[in-house]
Structure formats: structure tokens, C-alpha cells
């Protein structure tokens, strides 16, 4: 394979993803090994347990030539995800493009907090009228509703590309027919009367300062997902006040934030009027949910 001039002779699999992983460490890629890992799966159609398999075999022509285009492209910037067109969410395949941000592992304590706050609201199997506030891939939104089978959910985006992503998913995982997908400013678009039991939001907190500092592949995400403001709150303080709005009496606010960002965030839910705030921290001790509810009790809701 011939990366940065370099010509060797045909090798097995292993060598040439350690060659790719070396390439990919020297461009300062921290997941080097990782990604070189995922895109030969890629090329041999298989996942990386079968990668570890084939470590002996020789690769075809054809694979050395695809694998080459993979790994040009991955040194370039380009995200593995959007190479390989999906990415991993709670254990569910979803397809990401150009247009919405790759789900991080770090936004599964969303859909964790978001499921404890529908145990705490009388059940999974309640019909809980759920929000989805900046979709993106529908990470949030399509995995609620694939998690509580009478759960009805909204989800909405500025991005009309993000939400023709998020309708793919939806549709391929199964839960179109209890997903709506709506273009708005965040609740702007809602009908004045919508009420939900469940907000959940990964919103872009990034502060406006520090977009040009972020690592090339993070660069090559949509702004609008990632630009939180001059200070990275903006966002949060129009999602806290317009979710106070539309939260039903007893209702849940759950909220991603940036490191070091739960205190401001937890402020701005209570300047709102929401309660029992909650904050909580990923397994590197890093505050990374931050939970509001709104006053009063859940109405009981028959399941329809
Ligand atoms: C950080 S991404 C989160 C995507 C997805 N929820 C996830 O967790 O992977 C934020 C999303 O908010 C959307 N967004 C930004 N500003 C918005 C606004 N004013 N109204 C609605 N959505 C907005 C962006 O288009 C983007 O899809």
C-alpha cells in the first residue's frame, strides 16, 4: 500500500493495518489503531472480531485499493463515521451523514437519565409524550422511542437535511409511525397547545471562540451543531425557558452539557422555574447531564 510516497510489497491484513494505524497516529488521530481497525472491517465486509481473523490472510488488489481510498480520506479529516456512513448508539446501527453530528458515546447518559425519569414518572410502558429539542441523527429521539414502545415522540431540528437523516433512521429502526419530525427554532413550530412528559436535548454548546481549535474531523461537522454562542450557553438558556413552556405538569427536562458547563446550566433551569435539578457525571467523573422537573405531579395517562 502507498501512503505519503511509501511503496511495500503485497502483505498481509495486519500489515497493512498497522501501516494505516502508524499513518493515522503520525496525523495525530488519537483513535488510530481503532479507526485503521474499522475501516478494514469496512473493506472485508466483516466487523472487527472478523478483522482479528483474517489478520494472517493477504489482501486482494481490489481490498488494498479500497482500503488505500479509506485511509487517504481518514488521514484528509474525514470522521470514520461518515466513511463509513453510521455510527453506533445504544447498540443500534444509525446512519450519518455530512449533514448531522456522529453520536457520541458521551450522549447515551441522556437516554439513560431520560429512562430513569420515565421509570420515575410511573413506567416505561406509560405513553409518554417525549421531545426531542436539535435531533441531529435522531440519535435521542429514535432510541426513546425504539426503548418505550407507547411513547409518542417529537423531534425537531433547524436543519431540514438533519431531519431527512433522522427520518431514515426512524424509518429503518422500526419507529416512524410513533416519530414526527418537525423544522422549527426549537419549540417555535410547536403547536401553542403541546405538551410533553420528556424534554431531552444534546444542543450545540461549543462556545463560538473555541470552534476553530477543534480537531479537523470535529471541524467537518455542521456548525449549527456545534456552535453554543459566545459563551457555549446560548442554546440552554432559550431550551430552558421554552421547555419550562411546554413541560407537562411533573415533567423532566434532561440536558447534555459541555464539561464545565453543569453549574451555568443547572442556574439557567432554575431561573426557569424548574426543580429538583439533578446533575450527573459520566464514568470519568465529568458532568455531562444536567435534569430539571417541572412543578406538580404526572397526570395518570391511559396507554392507548
Ligand atoms: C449537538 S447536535 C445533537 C444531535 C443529536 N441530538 C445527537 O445527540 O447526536 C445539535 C443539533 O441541534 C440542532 N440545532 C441547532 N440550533 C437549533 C435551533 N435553533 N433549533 C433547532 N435545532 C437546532 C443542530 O442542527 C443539531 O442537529
Known sequence: MKVEGREAAPETALAYLELAARFFAGRGIASARLDAELLLAEVLGTDRIGVYLRFDRPLAGTEVDAYRALVKRRGGGEPVAHLLGRREFWSRSFVVTPDVLVPRPETELVV???????????????????????????????????????????????SPAALAVAGRNAAALGVAARTRFLASDWTTALAAAARFDLVVSNPPYVPSGDLADLPPEVRRE????????????????????????????????????GAGQAAAVAALFEAAGLGAIGRFADLAGIERVVIGTSAGAPAARAAS
Open 222 to 257: 455542521p456548525t449549527l451543531a456545534l456552535d453554543g454562542g459566545p459563551d457555549g450557553l446560548a442554546a440552554y438558556r432559550r431550551i430552558a425557558a421554552e421547555a419550562a413552556r411546554v413541560l407537562a405538569p411533573g415533567g423532566a427536562l434532561v440536558c447534555e452539557v
Open 112 to 158: 439513560e437519565r431520560a429512562l430513569a425519569a420515565a421509570d420515575a414518572a410511573g413506567g416505561r410502558a406509560r405513553p409518554l409524550r417525549i421531545l426531542d429539542l436539535g435531533t441531529g441523527s435522531g440519535a435521542l429521539a429514535v432510541t426513546l422511542a425504539a426503548e418505550l414502545p407507547q411513547a409518542d415522540v417529537t423531534a425537531v431540528d433547524a
